[in-house]
């Protein structure tokens, strides 16, 4: 198991004695610094068993992506004593090339956007992989079923240790969930439904604006694709929602949250302050919807009895200095 069971704590967000109790669940603390260890490293796992029972070749991992889903896919990769090669997008910051470089892995740059990124990964360096006798074990960033099986956990570990803290499901009044490309939000559908309950316990997907293909698609009332990604929350920059989770939005009747960069920024930056932990932007829009916003996505008043729990989904693509700079930039 490359990924950590993560403690669930409550945090009070305001002062009023007759707010709800939040509590977070602190994703950043996996192996690959995001919950993305969990789908990512449970895919590598389980693909891995399927494919070296029907082969001799050595077998050798492939990811796309200049974000949390490499670095998940290289510290899994090493886990399992496996080769790793990750392509990242022009666009990804030298200090994450060097994080998946750390890991053990080979760091290509290559492409203007993730999409070409990918493209160049399945289409040239699998291809010359395959062709040298590897078994090439390709792994997406988000949309995979298998994926959302490993992120499924998050909602197993969340149900036991609430249970633990002696709160009743009836309690439990939603979920708030940051959205890019629908893994984190399918992951989280798919352990509802296992239970039983995903029509009892709401989601807030949460996003940015500039990066907020979910909402964008449900106002269309179809699937959209994002022409540009214009947030500074680059970990929600999918240009596309996965069907899974927009169907399962319109299903499940899901709360959709846009929110604006600044008020994410100075978000992450109080609770780096309290905390002493740095988030990213895409973490930080979670973070960010509490109280007021949270009731009106929710469309009731919450009281003192009644829990939120606010999956902090972590992520490795920012340091304080980074948050410095864009704080200062809009103060």
């Known amino acids: 198991m490359n990924y950590a069971v993560t403690p669930l704590i409550q945090r009070r967000f305001t002062t009023a004695e007759d707010g709800p109790r939040f509590f977070i669940k602190y994703e950043m603390l996996h192996p690959g610094g995001s919950f993305k260890s969990r789908g990512i490293s449970h895919l590598i796992a389980e693909k891995k068993k399927d494919l070296m029972k029907n ?24 886990s399992m004593k496996l080769d790793c090669t990750v392509v990242v997008p022009k666009t990804a910051k030298p200090r994450m090339v060097e994080k998946i470089k750390s890991a053990g892995a080979v760091a290509i740059v290559y492409g203007e956007h993730w999409g070409l990124a990918d493209q160049y990964l399945r289409d040239e360096v699998m291809a010359k992989a395959r062709e040298s006798g590897l078994e090439t074990l390709y792994v997406h960033p988000f949309d995979d079923e298998m994926i959302w099986e490993g992120h499924s956990t998050i909602l197993e570990e969340i149900l036991q240790q609430l249970e633990q803290q002696h709160i009743f499901l009836s309690q439990i009044k939603g979920i708030v969930c940051s959205v890019g490309g629908g893994g984190l939000y399918s992951g989280v559908i798919k352990g509802l439904e296992k239970y039983n309950l995903a029509e009892a316990i709401p989601i807030v997907a949460v996003e940015t604006e500039g990066s907020d293909v979910l909402s964008k698609s449900l106002a269309n009332g179809s699937p959209i694709v994002l022409e540009e990604i214009s947030s500074i929350a680059s970990s929600l920059g999918s240009p596309y929602i996965a069907s899974f989770a927009f169907d399962s939005a319109q299903k499940y009747g899901s709360k ?76």
């Open 55 to 78: 082969s001799e070749k050595k077998l050798a991992v492939f990811s796309s992506s200049g974000g949390n889903a490499g670095l998940a896919a290289a510290t899994a990769a090493k």
């Open 256 to 331: 959709s949250v846009v929110l604006q960069d600044n008020d994410v920024i100075k978000t992450c930056m109080r609770f780096s302050d309290d905390s002493g932990i740095v988030v990213e932007p895409a973490c930080g829009a979670s973070l960010h919807l509490v109280t007021i916003l949270l009731e009106s996505a929710l469309g009731q008043k919450l009281g003192k009895d009644d829990v939120v729990v606010v999956i902090a989904c972590g992520g490795s693509c920012t340091s304080f200095d980074d948050l410095s700079v864009l704080y200062n930039s809009i103060s």
